[in-house]
């Protein structure tokens, strides 16, 4: 079997498992194949936290949750040094961001120094203690989330560290149909205990699903399409001098490089090898939704980062 074809089966057992997110299920496995990390903002129990956990389940590697809190300390996720008695010497115990999949459950909740900390990680791919640097493993992802509904004694992340997450995905509640299986699934499960997953993942499949992601075919004209969306959101005014009113600053080159990832990495879950205009456009949201600051005007009116990006993807044609 294909990799494409098993990382297939993979959604759809996921898609079981977890009921009514399928657009979190596949944002979670383009993450994985894009070699990156995933910000997760929705209210509680909309399975957040079971999704990272179950697709853990399918993996060959260690999962760890942080929940963050203010009272958190940076050693509390990256470890610290313990003096050793016997030896008289300092030795580093590692923390939980030494683990596969690690998700930093509600990070807002923690302070800028437990989030730099764990920033420090996901774009260095290290932990840095004293005077010594400590490399993660090569299979690493962060799964973050935050609670939109509260906002008491939390600790909103500033956009640059924003920048960091490879997509930052909304989620809402699931729909009366998908809400009937949730109750149907809970009861079986509480009544039989969870299935085993069945497809297991190594990290040496990982790291070979993501090398045919990468020669994914790109045709010169989606490139550009590409490339004229994430440039649009910094010069919106060539478009639409309304954009330009709503937009303060546009997506980095850090976009760029994500939406380019994300684009190749749907298209091979989806079977394809290449690389199509609705690839882009459908990733384009969850891309730049964290990229894009908009003005004080544009929030005074309600305007929101997801109709900026539409008003985009309204204005920027597909030309060959």
């Given at each position: 079997?294909?990799?494409?074809?098993?990382?297939?089966?993979?959604?759809?057992?996921?898609?079981?498992?977890?009921?009514?997110?399928?657009?979190?299920?596949?944002?979670?496995?383009?993450?994985?194949?894009?070699?990156?990390?995933?910000?997760?903002?929705?209210?509680?129990?909309?399975?957040?936290?079971?999704?990272?956990?179950?697709?853990?389940?399918?993996?060959?590697?260690?999962?760890?949750r942080i929940q963050f809190t203010p009272d958190l300390l940076p050693s509390d996720v990256t470890g610290s040094e313990i003096y050793r008695a016997e030896t008289g010497l300092f030795e580093f115990q590692r923390g939980p961001i030494f683990h596969n999949l690690v998700l930093a459950d509600e990070i807002n909740r923690?302070?800028?120094?437990?989030?730099?900390?764990?920033?420090?990680?996901?774009?260095?791919?290290?932990?840095?203690?004293?005077?010594?640097?400590?490399?993660?493993?090569?299979?690493?992802?962060?799964?973050?989330?935050?609670?939109?509904?509260?906002?008491?004694?939390?600790?909103?992340?500033?956009?640059?560290?924003?920048?960091?997450?490879?997509?930052?995905?909304?989620?809402?509640?699931?729909?009366?149909?998908?809400?009937?299986?949730?109750?149907?699934?809970?009861?079986?499960?509480?009544?039989?205990?969870?299935?085993?997953?069945?497809?297991?993942?190594?990290?040496?499949?990982?790291?070979?699903?993501?090398?045919?992601?990468?020669?994914?075919?790109?045709?010169?004209?989606?490139?550009?399409?590409?490339?004229?969306?994430?440039?649009?959101?910094?010069?919106?005014?060539?478009?639409?001098?309304?954009?330009?009113?709503?937009?303060?600053?546009?997506?980095?080159?850090?976009?760029?490089?994500?939406?380019?990832?994300?684009?190749?990495?749907?298209?091979?879950?989806?079977?394809?090898?290449?690389?199509?205009?609705?690839?882009?456009?459908?990733?384009?949201?969850?891309?730049?939704?964290?990229?894009?600051?908009?003005?004080?005007?544009?929030?005074?009116?309600?305007?929101?980062?997801?109709?900026?990006?539409?008003?985009?993807?309204?204005?920027?044609?597909?030309?060959?």
């Open positions: 079997m294909s990799l494409q074809n098993t990382f297939g089966e993979l959604r759809d057992q996921l898609a079981k498992r977890i009921i009514g997110q399928e657009r979190l299920v596949e944002r979670l496995l383009i993450a994985l194949l894009a070699d990156g990390h995933l910000l997760v903002e929705g209210a509680p129990g909309l399975a957040k936290t079971t999704a990272i956990k179950a697709l853990a389940d399918h993996l060959e590697g260690d999962f760890h923690a302070p800028a120094k437990v989030q730099s900390a764990l920033l420090e990680a996901m774009g260095e791919r290290q932990i840095s203690v004293g005077m010594q640097t400590f490399p993660l493993d090569k299979l690493f992802m962060v799964m973050a989330t935050q609670n939109p509904i509260e906002q008491e004694g939390t600790y909103p992340l500033p956009e640059a560290q924003l920048d960091r997450f490879l997509m930052h995905v909304v989620i809402d509640y699931p729909d009366a149909e998908s809400e009937r299986a949730i109750l149907h699934l809970a009861r079986n499960d509480y009544r039989q205990g969870q299935p085993k997953a069945d497809i297991r993942l190594s990290a040496e499949e990982v790291f070979a699903a993501r090398s045919e992601v990468a020669e994914i075919y790109m045709a010169e004209a989606v490139e550009k399409y590409l490339l004229a969306l994430v440039l649009a959101s910094r010069d919106a005014a060539s478009l639409d001098p309304e954009l330009a009113r709503w937009t303060a600053f546009g997506a980095s080159p850090r976009g760029t490089i994500a939406l380019d990832r994300c684009a190749r990495a749907l298209a091979w879950l989806d079977g394809r090898d290449y690389v199509t205009p609705d690839d882009v456009r459908s990733m384009a949201f969850d891309v730049l939704r964290h990229r894009i600051l908009l003005t004080f005007e544009a929030e005074a009116e309600g305007m929101t980062a997801d109709t900026v990006i539409e008003r985009l993807i309204d204005r920027v044609p597909v030309t060959a």
